[in-house]
């Protein structure tokens, strides 16, 4: 009987079939026409290929009599080509199923394709033969290709090199080795990598015979590094590093060259051994070096440009292939460059002068401050010695201050040039970063590029003057006690005006002086030793005026005497105190520096 769906579409009804049969068959016909379509579907078998006809289209479906009771239907999804789908064309499908739960086949014009391509590939090739397929979709893994039936070609196995998007191959033609056939699950693997390495390793060998080297090539760019450019010469890699790609500076080899490029190098080396080639670009043109003693002689001055900034100076390009270094110390006479990028950055135009030149190394030392006056060849000249300056103080050290005198210009100010009745320890008791300060010119070297400066120098030597008179030796005096030290403690006399009172003078058996004196403590002293050259007052303790002890010494005979200090636990006997000594001196200081 005819498919009642199809004659519902076709807009026939079945009854006036059934009656046009009848009134032609006779009586009895439609049981007649049941067991002849019956008859002819009793081989119909579900895993077979049948042939069918297309006998019309509906949608994205292709209606197709395969001489079942009922039609069957592929989607136009399976045709490859849709110029097949033609009304009365004949094709192949695969019948899935001979009824499903609607009473329809189950059909695939695909599978009918496959099995039919699957048979013609395994009939004529085996693994190891090269195939010729069109990439028809990128899948999971890889490419799919059709070689008449769709082969698997892995991402790794596309290309000698690893390729960024394999999509790109999508629609080409590409030669494959077949490298896998795996017939019970209908799987072909191929390679197009290894045909290509194959066919490299014959071009390699061919090219390992004909190269020689300082031969100029042709080739192409193929991969490129930090380092340099492999350049394809013909089934071999050649390395052109970035060293010898230009006379002048390169700073990544993508600046002269990209994929793909032909370039004409010159082959430099050859190892057949290793089978590495070196190649060179620049070795083309002439070494601008070879003459660059005759056009830069030493104390030539000219401009060049800046192409590279490292920590210890910068690179001047003086005409493309020929750089100088311009020392971090030879760019400035006066100003302390802790960087190079404090005075220039790349790109900027620069004066220099050709300081020395190393041909063999291709060395040039530059100078940029060698381009303008030393300003310290003019200090001497404009601060002679005994000139009053006022200057900032810039940086402080343990030995002084310096004290900027000009721009660049700089003097130090030592702690022993500071008070003439201080002890200066350290010039911060004295003086702050940033304070404007008044001094005097001490001395002055150029050449060292040094000037010592002094404030205390300003107003008359108190130890020339005053001091020999008003503390004459065997003076009383009442003082503070301002430090204690092991070997006794300072006694300040009047303001900036200290005296030594040694432990060995303090009353008493006295091993230390923490034992019987306190920072603070008021007491009388007097003078047994003036030193006026050498800034020195040696002191005698007479008595204890007031004390900042918690616990007052007991007292003696005397208000205040300290012949009998306070009972204190035994101690480990302290080696023996010498003599009083001197007031420590300042350190002493390097010499100033620019």
């Not at 090219?207 to 590094?225: C, F, Q, S």
Request: proline share 5%; hydrophobic share 35%.
């Amino acid at each position: 009987m005819p498919n009642p769906d199809l004659l519902k579409d076709l807009g026939i009804k079945e009854e006036s079939i059934n009656k046009e049969v009848e009134e032609t068959l006779g009586e009895g016909a439609e049981e007649t026409l049941k067991k002849a379509y019956e008859e002819s579907i009793k081989d119909f078998e579900a895993d077979t290929i049948l042939k069918g006809r297309i006998i019309g289209t509906q949608g994205d479906d292709v209606i197709l009599d395969v001489g079942y009771k009922s039609e069957g239907v592929v989607s136009r999804n399976e045709f490859l080509n849709p110029a097949e789908i033609v009304i009365g064309k004949e094709i192949e499908v695969f019948l899935d199923s001979v009824e499903d739960d609607a009473g329809l086949i189950s059909i695939s014009k695909s599978k009918a394709d496959r099995i039919r391509g699957w048979e013609r590939i395994i009939s004529s090739n085996k693994e190891g033969d090269v195939v010729r397929g069109r990439v028809i979709r990128k899948i999971k893994g890889g490419l799919l290709v059709d070689i008449g039936v769709p082969v698997f070609l892995p991402a790794s196995q596309v290309n000698v090199r690893r390729v960024e998007d394999i999509g790109e191959f999508v629609g080409r033609e590409v030669e494959c080795k077949i490298i896998k056939i795996d017939e019970k699950r209908m799987n072909i693997i191929v390679s197009r990598r290894r045909l290509l390495e194959e066919q490299r390793e014959e071009m390699k060998k061919k090219v390992l015979e004909d190269l020689k080297v300082a031969d100029i090539v042709t080739g192409v760019v193929k991969n490129i590094a930090d380092f340099g450019v492999f350049v394809d010469l013909g089934g071999i890699d050649g390395l052109l590093h970035i060293t010898d790609m230009s006379w002048g500076r390169v700073n990544h080899p993508s600046d002269m060259v990209h994929i793909d490029q032909t370039l004409q190098v010159k082959v430099l080396k050859i190892d057949k051994t290793t089978e590495r080639i070196a190649l060179g670009l620049k070795q083309l043109t002439e070494n601008p070096w070879a003459k660059v003693e005759n056009k830069y002689p030493v104390g030539t001055k000219c401009k060049g440009r800046t192409v590279n900034i490292l920590p210890y100076g910068a690179f001047v390009e003086m005409e493309p292939g020929v750089e100088g270094l311009v020392h971090i110390s030879e760019m400035s006479w006066t100003k302390r460059v802790n960087h190079p990028s404090e005075v220039v950055s790349i790109g900027d135009i620069v004066d220099v002068q050709v300081l020395n030149i190393n041909r063999e190394k291709q060395e040039i030392s530059l100078g940029m401050k060698q381009t303008e006056v030393n300003p310290w060849s003019l200090v001497e000249q404009k601060y002679p010695v005994g000139t009053l300056i006022e200057g900032k103080v810039r940086n402080l050290t343990n030995y002084g201050a310096f004290v900027e005198i000009e721009e660049g210009i700089d003097g130090l100010l030592h702690v022993s040039d500071m008070s003439w009745t201080k002890k200066v320890v350290h010039p911060s008791e004295m003086l702050k970063k940033g304070d404007s300060v008044k001094a005097k010119v001490l001395t002055v070297d150029a050449e060292k590029k040094r000037v010592a400066l002094g404030t205390k120098q300003l107003e008359d030597n108190p130890w020339e003057s005053r001091i020999p008179d008003k503390y004459r030796v065997g003076t009383t005096v009442v003082g503070k006690v301002t430090k204690l030290t092991n070997f006794g403690a300072f006694v300040e006399l009047e303001a900036n005006l200290e005296g030594l009172l040694h432990v060995s003078k303090l009353t008493g058996d006295v091993q230390s002086p923490e034992q019987v004196l306190s920072q603070g403590d008021v007491v009388e002293v007097q003078v047994i030793r003036l030193e006026p050259s050498e800034g020195k007052i040696g002191l005698s303790m007479v008595r204890m005026i007031e004390s900042q002890k918690k616990k007052a010494p007991p007292t003696g005979p005397i208000q205040g005497d300290i012949s009998h200090p306070p009972e204190e636990p035994p101690k480990e006997e302290p080696a023996a105190v010498p003599d009083a000594p001197d007031a420590p001196d300042a350190p002493e200081a390097p010499a100033p520096q620019a």
